[in-house]
């Protein structure tokens, strides 16, 4: 198979360096967060898994394929099932994740009665295809029709989904050795989850970074000074290119961009506790021009809402 540049139903793939390939989801079509894969000599790291096992499928079929070595490590960034629902494909794999993010993965991604998921899963599309007649914002449009179709993709798959649990686990820092790269994984804290970890390539100046980056989509937030602090710390890293959790291929200046919006979001809330406003009226502010095209279901205003309540608990 020839890896210069490899189209599939569920992700495009990108060559980042000799060894190092991002696959960058296919909007819609059950991938959902992106994944990737890197050759460290005698065996192959996977980041992050997707969201169904299909395709999670087509992911281990073509990193397989193109680096004719097993898949030894699957690292999973955070609890999240887009990036987590896809292990099941990996299951004879170590499969790498901090503690916390394994716990949170064990509480909270419960698949008890697939019955039940799926009439609770068809509930929610049918929510989003009335909300999808209501909505006149264009980017909201655009929004609520990619969730309906990545949910889509989500419903067909529980039949065969069960959830598999990260098997090593760890604090803050771990590196894999291989035979010709190493790889060096790190969790700074949280902010868009409790924990939040991702893959650094020094050589190559090259971060995986899940969801702690996202490229033109309001990032849902776990805590907004968490999120701040761990960018801060990721930022006097040397770093080039980045793969981020969703989206396309940025650069390291996007980590600016990730921090701008937190600051602006923080300060807008401020300025309106300053002025005594409720929350009613702070989800009433429009989106900035500058975030008024990026994606994410009420994202702007499920981030203003979070914030409020951040910035209340810490006034009393």
């Known amino acids: 198979m020839s890896n210069s540049k490899i189209q599939t139903p569920y992700f495009s793939l990108e060559k980042l360096s000799e060894g190092v390939y991002a696959a960058i989801a296919q909007q819609g079509e059950g991938a959902m967060g992106n994944s990737g894969f890197i050759?460290?000599?005698?065996?192959?790291?996977?980041?992050?898994?997707?969201?169904?096992?299909?395709?999670?499928?087509?992911?281990?079929?073509?990193?397989?394929?193109?680096?004719?070595?097993?898949?030894?490590?699957?690292?999973?960034?955070?609890?999240?099932?887009?990036?987590?629902?896809?292990n099941q494909i990996f299951k004879d794999a170590t499969i790498i994740s901090t503690l916390k993010t394994?716990?949170?993965?064990?509480?909270?991604?419960?698949?008890?009665?697939?019955?039940?998921?799926?009439e609770e899963m068809m509930q929610y599309l049918n929510h989003l295809e009335e909300r999808l007649e209501l909505e006149g914002n264009p980017v909201l449009q655009i929004s609520i029709k990619i969730?309906?179709?990545?949910?889509?993709?989500?419903?067909?798959?529980?039949?065969?989904?069960?959830?598999?649990?990260?098997?090593?686990?760890?604090e803050n820092?771990?590196?894999?050795?291989?035979?010709?790269?190493?790889?060096?994984?790190?969790?700074?804290?949280?902010?868009h989850t409790?924990?939040?970890?991702?893959?650094?390539?020094?050589?190559?100046?090259?971060?995986?970074?899940?969801?702690?980056?996202?490229?033109?989509?309001?990032?849902?937030?776990?805590n907004s000074q968490a999120f701040i602090d761990n960018l801060t710390k990721i930022s006097k890293l040397d770093i080039q290119r980045i793969v981020p959790g969703h989206g396309k291929l940025v650069t390291k200046s996007h980590i600016d961009v990730m921090l701008k919006y937190l600051h602006h979001l923080n300060d807008r809330v401020s300025l309106a506790l300053e002025k005594g406003q409720q929350l009613e009226q702070i989800l009433a502010l429009e989106t900035p021009e500058e975030y008024s095209a990026w994606t994410g279901i009420d994202g702007y205003k499920r981030n203003l809402k979070t914030i409020f309540n951040e910035l209340k608990l810490n006034i009393k």
């Not at 394994?102 to 799926?118: A, F, G, V």
């Not at 969730?147 to 760890?170: A, D, G, H």
């Not at 820092?173 to 902010?191: A, N, P, Q």
């Open 39 to 86: 050759d460290i000599g005698n065996e192959v790291v996977v980041f992050d898994t997707f969201t169904t096992p299909n395709a999670a499928r087509e992911l281990r079929k073509v990193a397989e394929d193109i680096t004719q070595k097993e898949i030894k490590y699957v690292f999973n960034s955070h609890y999240h099932g887009d990036h987590t629902f896809g």
């Open 102 to 118: 394994r716990d949170l993965h064990e509480s909270k991604n419960i698949i008890l009665d697939p019955y039940k998921e799926m």
């Open 147 to 170: 969730q309906l179709k990545e949910m889509s993709k989500v419903y067909e798959s529980i039949p065969e989904l069960y959830i598999v649990l990260p098997n090593l686990t760890f």
């Open 173 to 191: 820092k771990l590196v894999i050795h291989g035979s010709t790269r190493k790889i060096e994984c790190y969790c700074f804290g949280g902010g």
């Open 194 to 222: 409790p924990s939040d970890a991702f893959l650094y390539l020094t050589e190559e100046k090259i971060a995986f970074m899940g969801d702690i980056v996202l490229e033109n989509l309001h990032p849902p937030i776990h």
